[in-house]
């Protein structure tokens, strides 16, 4: 597939950075323990790695990752199938995480924990220096709430300064927590939920947009409700396409600085996702899709 087809290029602010729109999102790569989710290895390894070497061979060359998927499997996983790097790919990471034995997921924002969580990214994924480090906020299982990340923050400024990454974005935050941390460090990248259904970030996503910084939205198909997951479906049955291939297609549209990072350990499923990015949605299914986040607001109020 022509990387034309992926949604067209964005550089990463003050970098040199320039990725497809369309990206890989490799939590799905590992495997499950029971109830234990994202722990493991996968059940078929050969298809993991044909799974990301097809993502690249396609195009991308954004791929996001983290070692407290598996935890390390994801990264190791990438390294086997693509090292050495493609010289344009641009592997995010994220780190504030560890994983309990039983398979729970735990802050670990200490200078300690986050200088090692650096250091198994850059053994596991083969690298000396690390493109993109988001930091999640862990204040809440569920969502982003308020708090202070300037502890963090200046713990990954200064392994930024010793040339372990190269820049810095943040996962699941607020507005006021992005507007702190622009005060430590300059950002590239700010990673939220957000959909076609929840639009929470609608002025976010603008506001970013205007400084040329990233927007990365994660559960594309997240916290619809039947009525909703129904119109959506009646939507993509109108267009040929799949649902997910429709909420993709409609974030691809909402704004130029939206990167995209579905994740799937399918290949087929792989090629579905991609084509979602040839996909141009006419203006009766953008109004009918709009309705889905008025319909949103008014469950909430």
């Known amino acids: 597939m022509s990387t034309s087809n992926l949604g067209g290029q964005f550089t990463f602010p003050g970098t040199s950075l320039a990725v497809q729109r369309m990206g890989y999102g490799a939590m799905q790569l590992a495997g499950r323990d ?20 097809e ?10 990752t983290s070692d407290f998927y598996g935890p390390h499997i994801t990264n190791q996983l990438i390294r086997r199938a693509l090292h050495p790097y493609p010289q344009d790919l641009v ?10 034995e039983d398979g729970s997921w735990l802050p670990a924002l200490s200078p300690e924990e986050l200088t090692q969580a ?7 994924l083969g690298l000396d220096v690390l493109d993109v480090v988001n930091l999640r906020s862990m204040f809440a299982v569920h969502g982003p709430a308020e708090g202070s990340l300037e502890g963090p ?4 400024a200064k392994l930024r300064e010793k040339g372990l990454i190269r820049h810095i974005g943040l996962s699941n935050v607020t507005r006021q927590q992005i507007e702190d941390a622009q005060k430590i460090v300059p950002l590239v990248c700010v990673q939220n939920a957000y959909n076609v259904a929840n639009r ?4 976010l996503i ?6 040329g910084i990233a927007y990365v939205p994660f559960f594309p198909l997240g916290g619809f409700n039947l009525l909703q997951s129904a119109d959506l479906s009646a939507v993509a049955q109108s267009l040929n396409a799949s649902p997910m291939q429709v909420a993709l297609a409609w974030l691809l549209q909402r704004s130029a600085n939206i990167l995209l990072i579905p994740g799937t350990s399918s290949v087929e499923h792989l090629r579905e996702n991609l084509a979602a990015s040839k996909l141009m949605l006419p203006s009766d299914a953008l109004k009918a899709l709009d309705r889905l986040a008025s319909e949103s607001e008014t469950a909430q109020h």
């Not at 993502?55 to 996001?64: C, K």
């Not at 650096?118 to 053994?123: K, S």
């Not at 929470?200 to 002025?203: E, G, L, R, V």
Request: without cysteine.
């Open 200 to 203: 929470a970030d609608d002025p």
């Open 118 to 124: 650096v250091h198994d990214n850059l053994r596991n």
């Open 55 to 64: 993502a690249v061979a396609s195009g991308i060359n954004h791929i996001d």
């Open 34 to 53: 029971g109830d234990k989710l994202v722990w493991g290895p996968p059940r078929d390894i050969d298809g993991a790695i044909a799974v990301l070497r």
């Open 91 to 100: 592997i995010v990471t994220k780190v504030s995480a560890r994983r309990g």
């Open 153 to 156: 923050l200046t713990t990954l």
């Open 206 to 211: 603008d506001q970013l947009e205007k400084a």
